[in-house]
C-alpha cells in the first residue's frame, strides 16, 4: 500500500519513513509527484494546517496522504513561534536564522522560565476526503546555544531534561521514541496496518 507523506523536508521525511517501517506501507514523499500544487498553511492551528495539507495533497495525487504541521511553542514567548515555526524569520525552513532569531527573543529569559514544547498534528486523509487528526507532545527547555549535529529545526536548541541532551544530540531511534511526531505516528500506524490488510 502506498502512502503519500506530504513534505518536502527531507529530514522529516527519513524521521517518518523509519518510524513506519512495521506498518507495511511504501512511503512516497512530494519530491516523487509531477507538479504538485504548493499548499499555502494559513490555519491558525497546527492541526487545521495539518488537515489542509492532508486533503489537498490526497485530492490532487489520489492517494492516501499523510501531512504533519509541528512546531514550537514557547512560554516565555507567548506560545510563539508556534504555527509560524518553520518561517519565524521569514523565509520557509531557514533554520539557521529561525534559531537566530529565536536566541535572539530570549535573550535574557531565566533558566526557569526557558520552557518549551514541541507539538504535532497529523492529519491522514483518503481522496474522498475523510480525514483523521492524530497529535504528540514533547516538553524540553530552550538552551542558550546550539548543540548536537543531528536533526533539524530547532533540535540543536530543544534540550530534552530526561536525558541532558537537545534533540539533535540524540540518536534518531530515541528522538522517534519520544519526539512530538513520533508519539503522533504511533498513532497513525494501526491505522495503516488494518488499511493494509484490508488491501486498502
Not at 513534505?7 to 512516497?28: F, H, M, Y
Not at 513561534?81 to 536566541?103: C, E, I, M, T, W
Not at 534533540?167 to 493494509?196: C, F, W, Y
Request: aromatic content about 4%.
Amino acid at each position: 500500500m502506498n502512502l503519500l507523506v506530504a513534505t518536502g523536508n527531507q529530514g522529516k521525511l527519513k524521521e517518518i519513513r523509519r518510524l513506519l517501517d512495521s506498518a507495511d506501507v511504501e512511503v512516497i514523499g512530494l519530491d516523487q509527484l509531477d507538479a504538485p500544487p504548493v499548499v499555502v498553511e494559513d490555519g491558525d492551528t497546527f492541526a487545521a494546517n495539518a488537515r489542509k495539507k492532508a486533503l489537498e495533497m490526497a485530492a490532487f495525487s489520489g492517494q492516501l496522504t499523510l501531512a504533519d504541521d509541528s512546531g514550537l511553542v514557547v512560554e516565555a514567548l507567548d506560545g510563539a513561534p508556534g504555527v509560524h515555526s518553520a518561517r519565524y524569520a521569514g523565509v520557509q525552513g531557514d533554520d539557521a536564522a529561525n534559531n537566530a532569531k529565536l536566541l535572539e527573543e530570549m535573550t535574557g529569559v531565566v533558566d526557569e522560565q526557558r520552557r518549551a514544547a514541541f507539538h504535532c498534528v497529523m492529519a491522514l486523509a483518503w481522496p474522498d476526503g475523510r480525514c483523521q487528526t492524530f497529535s504528540g507532545q514533547v516538553a524540553g527547555l530552550i538552551m542558550r546555544g546550539e548543540r548536537g549535529a543531528g536533526g533539524f529545526g530547532y533540535d540543536p536548541l530543544f534540550m530534552v531534561p530526561e536525558y541532558g541532551k537537545t534533540m539533535a544530540e540524540l540518536p534518531l531511534d530515541i528522538k522517534n521514541r519520544i519526539s512530538h511526531r513520533g508519539t503522533a505516528l504511533r498513532q497513525v500506524i494501526p491505522v495503516l496496518q488494518q488499511l493494509a490488510r484490508q488491501g486498502a
